[in-house]
């Protein structure tokens, strides 16, 4: 069989799968698994192989003309070179652990069946647009996984945030589409052709007539898949989805899928100053944000969404200095510790029963109740830290070291200006995660208190997928200097100069946030009485033991399947510190900044302002004109109608002498009437 035909198969399994799965979920419920986890495990074989076919040497190319269109065809294409070798294997990785993960997480959920269905299908489209070389159909995995997200997210849609949520999501993903769609099309038509290579080859020879608005419409729908911003705030809700969802969206789709799209059309990019420079400014915009807004969050899963957005920043400003080998990098390591932490805080959120950090600091155990989550998560967090030697070390600061070339002019692939921009914003960044990281670590392991109930040892299943991530999120730093041909870079290996800033800064950020947290903890040891917090009733974010155990005892099968407990922030009280709760290091650390940051800088509620409040007041004028205005035209029209009929149906007497009278009088006033019009004429 040839690289091509296994090519084809990597995204064709796990789409066969989904529709087996839609079509026999409910007559053969036996095989719900088989085929949620044989096929995904078969494309992860299949794409294991042809990357090591590909080697990171000469791209692989096939095509076939899929329809005639005329001067633009769309041909069903394959480009598979290192880097899109590499990210199939990292999609198939991931999204196998989350099948096998979900077996034991979601065991009797009823929806099982379509949910493991709707993962393979997710799964499929980001295949598709990975080993795609055709931008036509690129687009059609681009938009099935928008599509599937709405489903995921919504997964658990008895619950009003589920709903708002996946509703969010797809809205705001296809509201940067639109231009996207429309740059696509002035891109094939400066070039001549939808294929990537032909593409690329335009624009090495200076074929594009509008470089610039066509890649400033591209960046609009790659910041709104990738939740940069402006278009970010749809992915911290989307944490109201099952924690695996999370774990795919976050670590191998949908938000990859903008990163992806822009390193494989880079050149597109490069060749406007202008969009790289938009590239760097959102990049350092979405980086700073997202990790202050992660800093002042008490949900453990909001905590690592916005910590998404703001890797996703890096990989971004990564592409903005002109280094797509860099920003790849970046993606995978960020993929591999980034799911670890999603399905690790499953398990916690179970054993804690709440996503609240400030409930888990009142818990003394859970680093001995749930060991595997406990180690595989601090690793995730070293490695998010960028903490040698660990794989976020090493793609953070090639990212750092590419913006340090175009800063000091020591590259000729993006503007210096942009160089600056993502430097100076990356270096802030890296202390600020360091900062969230190590507060997420110490709220989550490091409380004090009484032991929350116990709800089981975790299934083998959850803990094995947990250590199988951690293997890639340890190592994969390690190997970087055999992978440095898959990237098509220069330099992934850090300089001695951003190693020493990177990791400094990470060092004083993590510092001081222990050091705010030994403090708290001080100072509430020694001046508050420990029934503090029964004064203050509504200060506790989250709701009762019960309740919140209860919601998540389905994910080992022991309760009725509900979502994923999730504390509202909106309207957060801090509680009052105790010896068991010393209080939040963040909120010092952020000091006035905090109650800004904890609800995302108000964005949510400026575009209800700007955009859903007057969308939904012309809906209502709209409304109003069509029930009182256009309504009574329709029902005026009718009843004249209607009128008319019912004196013809009241003359109908059946009375001959009525009929005879009747015409008699018309004959006469016809006379009249014609003897009127003779006098007259």
């Known amino acids: 069989?040839?690289?091509?035909?296994?090519?084809?198969?990597?995204?064709?399994?796990?789409?066969?799968?989904?529709?087996?799965?839609?079509?026999?979920?409910?007559?053969?419920?036996?095989?719900?698994?088989?085929?949620?986890?044989?096929?995904?495990?078969?494309?992860?074989?299949?794409?294991?192989?042809?990357?090591?076919?590909?080697?990171?040497?000469?791209?692989?190319?096939?095509?076939?003309?899929?329809?005639?269109?005329g001067s633009v065809p769309i041909d069903l294409a394959l480009h598979i070179d290192g880097f899109a070798a590499l990210v199939a294997v990292l999609v198939t990785v991931v999204a196998t652990c989350v099948q096998i993960y979900s077996t034991a997480y979601l065991r009797d959920d009823p929806r099982y069946a379509s949910y493991a269905a709707l993962v393979?299908?997710?799964?499929?489209?980001?295949?598709?647009?990975?080993?795609?070389?055709?931008?036509?159909?690129l687009l059609v995995g681009w938009e099935i996984m928008g599509i599937c997200s709405y489903f995921l997210v919504g997964h658990y849609w008895?619950?009003?945030?589920?709903?708002?949520?996946?509703l969010k999501a797809f809205l705001v993903t296809k509201l940067g589409d639109v231009p996207f769609l429309f740059g696509l099309f002035a891109l094939a038509a400066d070039a001549g052709t939808f294929r990537i290579t032909g593409i690329l080859n335009a624009v090495a020879t200076g074929g594009l007539d509008h470089p610039t608005l066509i890649a400033l419409l591209l960046v609009a729908g790659v910041a709104g898949k990738s939740a940069q911003f402006p278009l970010h705030t749809w992915l911290p809700d989307a944490m109201a989805g099952p924690t695996p969802v999370s774990a795919l969206i976050h670590a191998a789709t949908m938000v990859a899928a903008g990163v992806y799209f822009v390193a494989r059309l880079l050149p597109v990019f490069a060749a406007s100053a202008a969009a790289m420079t938009v590239l760097a400014v959102m990049a350092a915009v979405t980086m700073v944000g997202s990790a202050l807004a992660a800093l002042a969050q008490d949900d453990i899963k909001r905590v690592l969404a916005y910590s998404t957005i703001g890797q996703l920043g890096y990989m971004t400003g990564a592409l903005a200095v002109g280094d797509r080998g860099a920003a790849v990098f970046h993606l995978l390591s960020h993929g591999a510790f980034k799911a670890l932490l999603f399905l690790g805080a499953g398990v916690i959120i179970h054993a804690a029963g709440t996503n609240s950090l400030a409930a888990m600091s009142r818990m003394g155990d859970l680093p001995k109740r749930i060991p595997d989550a406990y180690w595989t998560m601090t690793i995730a967090l070293l490695a998010l830290a960028a903490i040698p030697p660990f794989a976020g070390f090493f793609s953070k600061e090639a990212v750092l070291v590419a913006a340090e070339h175009t800063a000091f002019?020591?590259?000729?692939?993006?503007?210096?200006?942009?160089?600056?921009?993502?430097?100076?914003?990356?270096?802030?960044?890296?202390?600020?995660?360091?900062?969230?990281?190590?507060?997420?670590?110490?709220?989550?392991?490091?409380?004090?208190?009484?032991?929350?109930?116990?709800?089981g040892k975790q299934p083998l299943a959850m803990s094995t997928v947990l250590w199988v991530l951690a293997v890639p999120s340890l190592a994969l730093g390690l190997a970087v200097g055999q992978l440095a041909g898959w990237f098509d870079v220069h330099a992934l290996t850090p300089t001695v100069t951003t190693a020493v800033l990177g990791t400094g800064v990470a060092a004083v950020g993590g510092i001081m946030t222990y050091a705010s947290w030994r403090a708290l903890r001080y100072k509430a040891g020694s001046n508050i009485p420990l029934g503090a917090v029964a004064a203050n009733p509504e200060a506790d974010p989250v709701t009762s033991e019960e309740e919140a155990i209860a919601t998540?005892?389905?994910?080992?099968?022991?309760?009725?399947?509900?979502?994923?407990?999730?504390?509202?922030?909106?309207?957060?009280?801090?509680?009052?510190?105790?010896a068991q709760d010393p209080g939040d290091p963040g909120r010092l650390l952020l000091g006035p900044l905090h109650r800004h940051a904890a609800t995302g800088f108000h964005l949510d509620a400026l575009y209800r302002t700007l955009f859903v409040r007057p969308v939904q007041a012309a809906a209502e004028l709209v409304r109003f004109l069509d029930r009182e205005v256009v309504d009574t035209y329709v029902r005026g029209a009718g009843a004249l109608p209607r009128w008319l009929g019912?004196?013809?149906?009241?003359?109908?007497?059946?009375?001959?002498?009525?009929y005879l009278g009747a015409l008699v009088a018309g004959s006469v006033v016809l006379a009249i009437a014609a003897v009127l019009v003779a006098a007259g004429a």
């Open 1 to 69: 069989m040839t690289t091509t035909t296994l090519a084809v198969l990597v995204p064709l399994l796990p789409f066969l799968g989904a529709a087996a799965g839609l079509l026999l979920g409910r007559k053969a419920p036996g095989f719900v698994r088989p085929l949620a986890l044989l096929p995904t495990l078969a494309a992860l074989a299949l794409a294991i192989t042809v990357a090591a076919h590909q080697g990171g040497g000469r791209p692989i190319d096939a095509a076939t003309r899929l329809t005639p269109t």
């Open 120 to 137: 393979s299908l997710f799964t499929s489209a980001m295949l598709l647009v990975v080993y795609s070389g055709d931008l036509m159909v």
């Open 158 to 166: 008895e619950t009003p945030e589920a709903r708002a949520a996946s």
């Open 409 to 455: 002019g020591d590259s000729a692939t993006g503007p210096s200006g942009a160089g600056w921009i993502v430097l100076v914003s990356g270096l802030l960044t890296a202390l600020l995660t360091a900062a969230y990281a190590t507060r997420l670590w110490l709220l989550a392991f490091r409380g004090r208190g009484p032991a929350a109930p116990d709800h």
């Open 552 to 578: 998540h005892e389905a994910a080992y099968g022991t309760a009725r399947p509900s979502p994923d407990h999730r504390p509202s922030t909106s309207h957060f009280v801090a509680p009052l510190p105790t």
């Open 646 to 658: 019912f004196a013809v149906r009241r003359s109908q007497t059946g009375n001959v002498q009525t």
